[in-house]
């Protein structure tokens, strides 16, 4: 049981964690900190939290779990805010998209990463953000990743384990680069393609009205261009070593379809469809596992 658990950025993940925390009687008490006074006023007048502060350093204090949820970019703030009062009784971890941008910004402020700190990273989430968007059920069946280095105390990886499985979640173990690798690949690069997708047919339609048109497949194609830009603007620039990469190969990918389509090769295109379509359903297998 964890005595007071303190929440640092009560948004859709942070305030999801203290919703499921409450709902499981993971704790005793929930402590919110956010730089946002409304938010922050929204996660107490909902009882999502039970006490609130602007401060990191004062909602820290004496929590014997601590999780970072804001944006990556922040966590030199973050961490620095927390130096003076780092609580080396408790656990500290955090739910950033981007593995090794965390830990090196860990590198900076305290020379080493402290072996309470257990890098983490939940694969739920949705386009909203907010504690208005927070769920009690974001984690349930869903995955986590952690990233523990060499260093990191083996018992501090258990309560962070122990944590999200309570939340329904099931738990993996990653070295942060290959974290930063696969997500690149399956998260960062498609959020990227629909910003760009988005933003080119949003020209377009000022023109000639197309979004009246759009049909379920832009929908599904375009919903994570609805995501917050302050989140993927850090994740891109936190993992672009990895994101870039992925875009060249995906340009060239698009170039031989485009010249398969001018081309009208109908074996060869319709062998890249058959090709997309097996791989997809081998990733949709492999979600029921
Ligand atoms: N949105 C998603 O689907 C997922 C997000 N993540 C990661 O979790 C983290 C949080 O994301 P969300 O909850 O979606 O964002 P969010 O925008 O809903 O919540 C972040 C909160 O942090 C606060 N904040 C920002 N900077 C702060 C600072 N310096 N001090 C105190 N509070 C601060 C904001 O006011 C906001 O309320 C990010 O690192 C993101 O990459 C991880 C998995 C999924
Ligand atoms: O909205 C979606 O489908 C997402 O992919 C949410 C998401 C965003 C960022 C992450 O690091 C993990 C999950």
């Not at 995955?143 to 962070?160: G, W």
Request: aromatic letters at 6%.
């Amino acid at each position: 049981m964890i005595n007071r658990l303190c929440i640092i950025g009560v948004g859709l993940i942070g305030g999801s964690v203290a919703r499921a925390a409450r709902a499981k009687e993971l704790c005793h008490e929930i402590v919110g900190v956010d730089a946002d006074a409304d938010n922050l006023r929204s996660a107490l007048e909902w009882g999502v939290i039970d006490v609130g502060f602007s401060d990191v350093a004062k909602g820290a204090a004496n929590a014997d779990m601590v999780m970072i949820a804001t944006p990556v970019g922040s966590f030199d703030v973050i961490f620095n805010a927390l130096k003076a009062i780092w609580p080396t009784e408790a656990v500290v971890t955090d739910a950033g998209s981007t593995k090794c941008s965390v830990i090196e910004s860990a590198k900076r402020v305290f020379g080493e990463v402290p072996d309470n700190f257990v890098p983490g990273h939940p694969i739920a989430g949705a386009e909203k953000s907010g504690v208005g968007a927070s769920t009690v059920d974001l984690f349930q069946g869903k995955r986590v990743i952690l990233t523990p280095l060499e260093t990191t105390s083996p018992s501090a990886v258990k309560r962070v384990e122990r944590l999200w499985q309570s939340m329904g979640a099931k738990v993996y173990q990653m070295e942060p680069a290959h974290h930063d690798e696969v997500l690149a690949a399956t998260s960062h690069l498609p959020h990227v393609l629909a910003f760009a997708l988005t933003n080119m047919l949003g020209k377009k339609d000022e023109q000639q009205e197309i979004f009246q048109f759009a049909a379920g497949g832009f929908r599904d194609f375009t919903r994570i261009a609805s995501s917050d830009p302050k989140m993927w603007l850090d994740i891109c620039l936190a993992n672009r070593r990895e994101i870039l990469p992925l875009i060249h190969q995906f340009r060239e990918e698009l170039a031989v379809a485009a010249s398969l389509i001018e081309k009208g090769a109908t074996d060869q295109l319709f062998a890249l469809f058959v090709d997309a379509r097996g791989a997809r359903q081998r990733f949709l297998d492999q979600l029921e596992k």
